[in-house]
Structures are given as C-alpha cells and as structure tokens.
C-alpha cells in the first residue's frame, strides 16, 4: 500500500463501497480488514463518510473491532462531534482506555466537549498527578496558547552530556509529543535554553548541554491568542515552541501540527465574518453538521443592521423622488453605480484587511494606503467612466447630459468606495477592533449612501433640475 | 534576551529608532550590534522596516556589516523584492556566496526571482552536478511540489543498523533540511520505507533499519499542486513528506515549515478572488510593493464583467419605466431589495466555497446543501420581510399593498439568493472551475437581476400596475 495518498480518494471511494455491502450482510470482520488497508488519518476520514452515510451502530461495531492501538489514533483525528457519537454508544470502561491512552493534548481536546459527568467518572479513574494537570489545562481560555499545548516534552539538566540525554531520551522519550527539541530548566521549572535532536544527534557524546543549549530562544506566553501563536510560527518556521507563564516558567510546549488547524480556523473565520456571517457558538463544527437556526442565527445580526442603513438611503431616495419622476431614466443607472460602489469598495477591503492579518499593511502605512488607492480609484474610475458614456449615448440613446451625468458620479464614486474601502480596516484596527467583522458590512451601507447623494448631486448639477 | 518574542513589537520600535540615530550619525558598527541582539528571523524584519523607512544603501551597509553566517540566515528569510535590493548594491561575489551558502530550496527560489544573466554567473561557479540539479528544480512548475522540494534529506540502507544509521547521520546530517525523518530506498533510488529520528533514538543500536522502518509511508507525487500538499500535512500531520515522481522515485523532501506558507498564500488568494481581485502576476509581492497600475489591472477585469450584467440590470429597469413613474415611491426599496440579495447571496457563498476549500462540503453534498439553504433562506426571509412590513407601515407611512409588495419580493429574494449562494460555488466545482474566482460575481449580477424581475413582478401583481 505504498502511495496511498496518490489516489486516496479514488481508492476510497472503491473501499466504501466494499465496506458497505460488507456491513450489509453483517459480515463485519471482512469490513475491518478492508479499512485497515489505510493509513489511521485515511481511516478517521472514512469513519466519517461511514457516520454520515449509515447507522451510527454500523459504524460504532467497525470501530470497536479496530486494533486497541489504532482505535485510539483513529479516534484522536476524528472531528469532535463524531468522536461523541462513538462515545455514546461504546462503554465508560471502553471510553476510560480510549481517553487514557491518547496524547494529552488530544485528551484535554476531547474532554473539554464531554458533558460535565463523563468527565468526573474519567477522572476519578485518572491518577491525582494528572487529574490535577488536566483540570489546569481544561481551564485555559479557548483559542489561547494554553489550550493548544501539551505537557509531554523532554526536559533535560544542563550538566548533563550529550550522551546522557541520548540515553534518557530512550528510556523517557516514548510518551514525548516530539522529540526534535529538548527543553532545559533550571531548580524552579525556568526555561533556560532549548537544545534539537539534531544538534544532540551530530554533536560529540562528551559535550555538556550547557555549551551547545540556545539561551535566545523564542517562546510564547501562555495566554497569548492562538493567531499570535500561528505568526510565531510562521515567522521562525520552528517545530515545537515552548509555553512560558509570567514568570518565565515553562508550562508546555505547542508543536506545529496543531498550528495548522489553528491557521485553518483563523482564515476561514476571517472569511466569514468578511461575508457578514458571525459564528457566535464559535464551533469548529462543519456547515452540515450546523443546525438550521445557527446558520439563521448567524448570517441575521448584519443584515438585520444594513437594513437600518437602507432605511437611510430610501430617505434620500425619497428626498429626491420629484427628480426621478421628471427624470425616470435616472433610476436605471442606479444599479450600476451602487453595485459598482459597494464591488470596487470591498475589494480594496479585503486586500486590507488580508494585509493587516499577515502583517503586509500596518497602521502606520495610513497614508501611504489611502494614496495608492486613490490613484488606483482615479484610474479604474475612469476606465469604467469612459466605457460607460459610451454605452449609454451609443447603446441606450441617451443625450450627452445624461451620460455625463452617470459618468462623473461614476468617477467620484469610484475614487471615494476605494478609500473607504482601504481606510475603514486600518481605522477598525487602530480602534482594536476586528477590521474583517466590521469592514464589508460598514462600507456597503456608506458607500451606499454616498453613492446616491453623490449621483443626486450630479444630476441637479449638470440636468439641472 | 530571553521571551524576544513577549514584547517584539515593543522592543523592536525602540531598537528601530536607535539604529536610526546611530545610522544618521554613521555609527554603522554600533547599529550592527544593536541589531544582532536579535533572532535572525527578527533581524530580517527589522531589515524590512529599515529598507521601507530609509535609503536601501544604509540598509546594505549594514548588512554587509552582519557575520556571513548570519547574513545568509537573515537573506533567507527576507522577502524577494528586499532580497533583489541587497543584491543589486552588493557585489557579484558576494552574490555568489550568500546564494551557496543558502538551503537548497531557499537557493531555488532566489535564483527564481533573479535576472538570468546573474543566474548563469552565479550557475558558472557551481559544480556540475549541483548545476544540473539546480536546473531540474528550476524547471519545475510555480505552486507544484516540486517547486517546494529540497534534496537535502538523509537517505539510509535498508541493511544498515540502527548504531551504524547514527553514525551515519552524525557525520553528513549537518547539511540535510530535517533530520528527523530519513528514508529509505533500494538501489534505483525507489523509496521503500521511513524512518524517523525518534525512532531510531529510542531503538536498541542493533537494530536493523528494514525491521523498524514504515513501508506504509504516505508521499506526494512531484507534480501535484501546492493546495492537495497543504491539504496532505493537515491531514497527517508530519513534519516532513517525501515526493516521489511517476516511478515512485524519490527526488527531494518537504518540510512543513515551507507548508505554512502556502497555507496563508493559499487563503489570501481565496480571499481576493472572492472579492473579484485577480492577481495576473502572480507574485507573492506585499501590497505597498504592488504598483498603482497592476492593482488596476488585478481588479478591472471583474468590474468590467459586472457592468455588462449592469446593463442587463438597468434594461429591466428600463422596461418598467411606466409602472415606476407611476408609483415613484416603489424606487426607493430598490436599493435594500438588490442589496439583501447580493448579501444573504454572498454569505451563503462564502460557507460553501470555504466549506470546499477545507473539505467540509463535497459537490455529493449538492442537494443536502441547497435543502439546507432553502430553509435558511425562508427563515431569514420571513424576519427581513416581517421587520419592514413593520417599519414600511408605521415608519414610511405607506399603504398595505406597498408593504406587501416589498415584503413578498423580499422574502421570495432571500430564498433564491440562498440557493443560487449555495448551488453556484458547487456547480464552478463540479465543472473544475475555482468556485471562488466565479461564485461572487456571478451572485451579484444574477441576484440583482432576479431581484429585479420579482420586484416588478410583485408590484404588477399585487398593486395591478
């Protein structure tokens, strides 16, 4: 089974389908023996499809035919609501071991979405060292550097020999979440230096730690937000990075698979709250797997608040109704120039606020932003004006005043979408606010507005009416 | 200077100003030094600042002024337009050596940016076999695997020991990209298993290699796309995947520093074409460095597209000149009524295009997704449409047939909003097109043109106009 992931989904999808009319004539050990062909990640992925496709039964027997040892990393990669399910229907002695025998990282993961008495009955099993350093680490706030770590490092002395941590990373290195770096402390848990693997394994058996360990190295504080954790390590492209507390005492270390996710998280949540939608349960869960009132719940709150901003644009509206009636052509254009103002308005939003999350654009750059996107509004804004006249005397007959008309408010509208569009993110962050949640929806209405006043105001000023 | 990180930002504006003050006064050494406190990932950002902020010759002397050792570290980790800068003031020898001296895969991606003569200067200088590997990686495709392999990896005999593959990396690891994972391969350089460093730390010296190493490996074909390799360590988690060509040849490594890159590359290009920008160079460039007039060209195209569906929008409009003459009152729910759409649209598309992008939604999902959001639009459509009948009765002072008409179009807008958010991203899919370069634009032209339409076909029902 070399290069399974080469065709995996190929493959799979051949796979499910054999398993399923396994399951179907009960034949259930042929079944297991199908998955197990896979890789423990590729068979988490194919539980799911099983999960979502058939009886959750079908799937709880398959799982608990699995290898003790496999069972538990298949289960470690599974998403949390289907790791539930497989708890509800498998044994408290069963869910004991499983919980027992996964990563610490992965245990604290599982039993922060536990309900509160499971927890209790898992612990009382739970010798009183760990239980007390599972309930520190189920306390860290979410999304912070604490809930991300695990404490299973290797911590050395720094008068031992490079060949005395080789020994005692044999003998203690199993349990380690990685090995590739090795923390050393001084007497009161203080981080006094990191030391690699690799240094370890190329350097002299006789060496003392103390000579080859880095002093300058890079930690992170254990309430730091996790998209602060995810720039670090972006930043020095480490590993593993250890989690210090105020005193500079080591409490964990994060290694960089879990980054992932967390930039995964990140990206996608900007994202959303770009297109107005706020995830308030704040769930990792996925869109099907999200109920149809939290989606109504979610995407609600902004549209609800536009349509107090289109409340403000009728009223101007309204103010001119007497020109429209006199004009009704007028209101043809409308379209274009409000769309064409909230379009050229977001896009200069999201090259901003995209350049503020990956430290592209800072504050600072205020005016250097506004500047260029001014000359870029100037220029898009003229194209489209030039385009736009002639569509209009040529295309649709109108005279030259409409056309002018449409055209300079075009123009402004243009310029003026594009810095907004650029000045709003940078102002949101000044403010300390979150620029991609309130950015697109506050442009939108404004340029909205101004979009109408400004078409208004040319129309009385060259129609004069 | 331990925790650099805590406070970087803090302490980094101060040194800013004190580099700056020792550089006015051509105190270059003291500059270096007050720079050399720092981690050579900050030094690089502190280079960047510099380089924004004053003349590039300062910036050069100092640099000139940092050990070699770390000036290559530093070189590493700027990005490319700085690293073109230093090179066009410093001369072609040190050219040549900073560009030696760098990893293999750093190497690659210099020589990518750098002008060709340099580069067969530089290619002169360098011995024959590593000229021709050089070439090989060259001539990979941008965004392909191969174009974010190194060769610098450890490569172990199946009949070696476990002492004997120590010692072995002992004495060439130094030059390798990670040490943590070695593979294996038979004599025609076909990979047939890994090994990880952790392993063969905690393992008895006598150990064969053939005995411990995985032949289940998982690797990545040298010609898939950066995306599906991104995908592959979030999936699994490694630190490092070996890339294989169409002979299940080895022919380089990567590591999942490198990964974290493309993640954020890969998100901010979703994000930008979402919001109809295109970047035709394709360049990793920072916003600032992109000139005024490639913004232009980044974000016409889709502006240009949408005033043809404009046209459309304000030829409908056209049509019922009569019926909005006649109840003039009617324009002013226009805006609210094709601004809802193109925004409940939008949200809806935004879930689904992200939820394909991270593998939460599958086009199988089609109509499991457009059911979902049929009843979220109906849900929502019934608060919006509830909500103004309210303030379109009380507030605007209007009859109970305007309220309808506007409340009904709403509700009916909201709805195919919904689905044609949810249907499009999957359809783009489906048909192997970027759903997130088609699926905004498209919503926003069709959902003003249907918001259209149904507008006026309830007003001509409704109000018998």
New interface residues.
Partial sequence: ??????DFDVMAEKSLEKIYELLEEKKYFLARDEILKY?E?DIA?LFEDILMDRDAGDAVILFRLLPKDVAVVVFSYLPSDDQLTIIDCITDKETTYIINELDFDDKIDVLEELPANLVDKILEKTPKNERKLINTFLNYPDNCAGSLMTPDYISLQKNMTVGEA?EY??EY??DAE???TCYVKDQGRK?IGIVS??TL??ENNDTRIMDIMH???????VYDDQEEVAD????????AMPV?DKE?RIVGIIT??D???V??EE??E???R????IDFENSDK???DIS??Q??LN??P???I??LS??I???I??KF?GM??DV??L??????L???G???G??A???????LA?D??EPA?FF??IW?EF??GL??GL??SV??FA?ICW??GQGVAIAMTVCVAMLAIVVIAKMLGSMIPLLAKLCKIDPALVANPAI?SIS?MVS?ITYFAMASLILGI
Wanted: hydrophobic share 45%.
């Fill in positions: 089974m070399n290069q399974v992931e080469f890789n990640a992925e080789l990373i044999k290195g199993i990685t090995l590739y981080l693997l690799s394994v190329v002093e300058d190295y890079v930690s992170i504080n670090d390590f972006k930043k020095y492209g480490f590993i210090v500079g960089v698979d980054v992932l996710d930039m995964e990206a996608t900007d994202m959303e770009m297109a107005g939608v996925d869109y099907l149809v009132w989606h109504t995407r609600l902004w549209l609800v536009l349509m289109y409340i644009t009728g009223g509206i309204n109704e429209l009636s009704i052509c209101v043809a254009y409308m379209p274009m409000m769309g064409t909230g379009n050229t977001s896009q939003a999201t090259l901003i606020i995209r350049g990956t592209e654009v750059d250097k932003v260029k000359r870029v220029l898009i194209i489209l385009l736009n569509r295309w649709d939108s909205d109408c």
